[in-house]
């Protein structure tokens, strides 16, 4: 099992910047990719950015050349730098792990999830 846990999430103004942090703890032997998605009020939960074990970075086009996300496979957390926040940035971020295929149990893990809310 692995237990993952976002931190970071707050009240902000457009044009400013926070940074999201999701710590995994249990079974992290191997971890293939460790992402973030987002969930608006009556929307969809969307994919933001992931970072996989092999270096790829890949991102939501509506957040290119803002958001950075990068990962400490030392100690298993995963960041998301969020710059020029805009009020449709508004929304729970949650956090994905995604073990290896090769390890047993579930393929992912999410959080409990982290409230940014971008004020106009």
């Known amino acids: 099992q692995v237990r993952v846990v976002e931190s970071g999430g707050g009240l902000v103004q457009t044009g400013d910047s926070l940074r999201l942090s999701c710590a995994a703890s249990g079974d992290t032997s191997c971890i293939s990719a460790m992402g973030w998605y987002r969930q608006a009020p009556g929307k969809e939960r969307e994919f933001v950015a992931t970072?996989?074990?092999?270096?790829?970075?890949y991102y939501t086009h509506s957040v290119k050349g803002r958001f950075t996300i990068s990962r400490d496979n030392a100690k298993n957390t995963v960041y998301l730098q969020m710059n020029s926040l805009k009020p449709e940035d508004t929304a729970v971020y949650y956090c994905k792990v995604e073990p290896c295929p090769i390890v047993p149990g579930p393929h992912d893990y999410w959080g409990q999830g982290t409230q940014v809310t971008v004020s106009s």
């Open positions: 970072a996989t074990s092999s270096g790829g970075l």
